[in-house]
């Protein structure tokens, strides 16, 4: 089957403006992650849905960052008021959601956020 | 604090050669499972390999295969017979047991023709 996907591949957008990325997971994985890599701060976890439960936020940066898993599955990143810290690439990653941390993640091709 | 350090910010490896990328990492955890990843120019992460904290049996797969070590909490991996497409980032990712990996820092592998 399909394997993770992410859109856009790239986004290019103003300093203020909010962004939306897109994650597709693999069909039938129950787990989603989101991370961020960037230049200063390497490949950080931002936030983890499983299933029905509350999803774990403690790695988003700021109340500007937020996310939402519709119907278990497709998931979307929301940056409001963006400014050029947040230039980075964002992977989403899914696994089949076997926790206790036994799953292997499966990433997507990443979106490459540019602030200007 | 759970931190993994990668070393070696660059190798390189003549095709064909082997050669064996460093990871260490701290943890107060007893059961956890570990993963290296690669990054070609793509983007794309690749699984390489898993290994299990539990399992005294270090993992192989193919021309991948990794020391583990528990007690010194290092985990490497060597790549026999390097070929060109091995050329990228690895990440060393430790899943301490709250579903996150934690990232070391990459090392670039360049493999020299």
């Known amino acids: 089957g399909a394997g993770v996907s992410q859109s856009p591949s790239n986004k290019v957008t103003e300093k203020g403006k909010d962004v939306e990325l897109r994650c597709d997971p693999i069909s039938g994985h129950t787990a989603l992650y989101w991370y961020r890599q960037s230049l200063g701060q390497g490949l950080e976890f931002l936030i983890y849905f499983q299933g029905n439960s509350a999803p774990d936020k403690s790695g988003l940066p700021s109340d500007r960052f937020s996310a939402e898993r519709t119907g278990g599955s497709v998931s979307t990143l929301t940056i409001q008021r963006t400014q050029q810290e947040d230039s980075a690439v964002y992977l989403c990653?899914?696994?089949?959601?076997?926790?206790?941390?036994?799953?292997?993640?499966?990433f997507g091709p990443g979106t490459r956020l540019t602030v200007l | 604090a759970q931190t993994v350090t990668q070393s070696q910010p660059e190798m390189s490896v003549q095709e064909a050669e082997t050669v064996t990328l460093s990871c260490t990492y701290d943890t107060s955890e007893s059961d956890y499972y570990l993963f290296w990843y690669k990054q070609p120019p793509s983007r794309q992460m690749i699984l390489v390999i898993r290994q299990e904290a539990y399992k005294q049996q270090n993992a192989t797969e193919n021309r991948f295969s990794v020391n583990f070590q528990k007690a010194a909490k290092s985990f490497s991996l060597k790549i026999s017979d390097s070929q060109l497409g091995d050329a990228a980032m690895y990440f060393c990712a430790p899943n301490f047991g709250n579903e996150k990996l934690t990232f070391g820092t990459g090392t670039r592998l360049t493999i020299i023709p």
């Open positions: 990653a899914s696994s089949s959601g076997a926790g206790f941390g036994t799953d292997t993640q499966y």
